[in-house]
Nanobody, 123 residues
Framework: VQLQASGGGLVQEGDSLRLSCAAS????????MGWFRQAPGKEREFVAAIRWNGSRTLYRESVKGRFIISRDNAKDTVNLQMNSLKPEDTAVYYCGVTKYESWYATWGRYDYRGQGTQVTVSS
């Protein structure tokens, strides 16, 4: 499985941005795709995840109500719609796929990992 993340950029506080992670290869419906982020000097943290068949979504508390993760079935792509962005959302965002849903929040347990895309939110 190969993953390609895209959509990062520089925006102002309150703006929106959509990240996409395109997947190629065989992904089973039970797999989970997740988004993580890492700000300078901080550890990588879980942001959101979705079961590959779209039947379950998970979010970190600080992004609930602002971020929406969704699956584009036609394109084998998972999107992360980020609204009402804040400066503290500034980070490099990474997507990955884990075979085991119980590890959805643990980057080290992701079996497939994409490269990062930079998101910068100015105040």
């Amino acid at each position: 499985v190969q993953l390609q993340a895209s959509g990062g950029g520089l925006v102002q506080e309150g703006d929106s941005l959509r990240l996409s992670c395109a997947a190629s290869g065989r992904i089973f419906k039970s797999y989970v795709m997740g988004w993580f982020r890492q700000a300078p000097g901080k550890e990588r943290e879980f942001v959101a995840a979705i079961r590959w068949n779209g039947s379950r979504t998970l979010y970190r508390e600080s992004v609930k109500g602002r971020f929406i993760i969704s699956r584009d079935n036609a394109k084998d792509t998972v999107n992360l719609q980020m609204n009402s962005l804040k400066p503290e959302d500034t980070a490099v965002y990474y997507c990955g796929v884990t075979k085991y849903e119980s590890w959805y929040a643990t980057w080290g347990r992701y079996d497939y990992r994409g490269q990062g895309t930079q998101v910068t939110v100015s105040s």
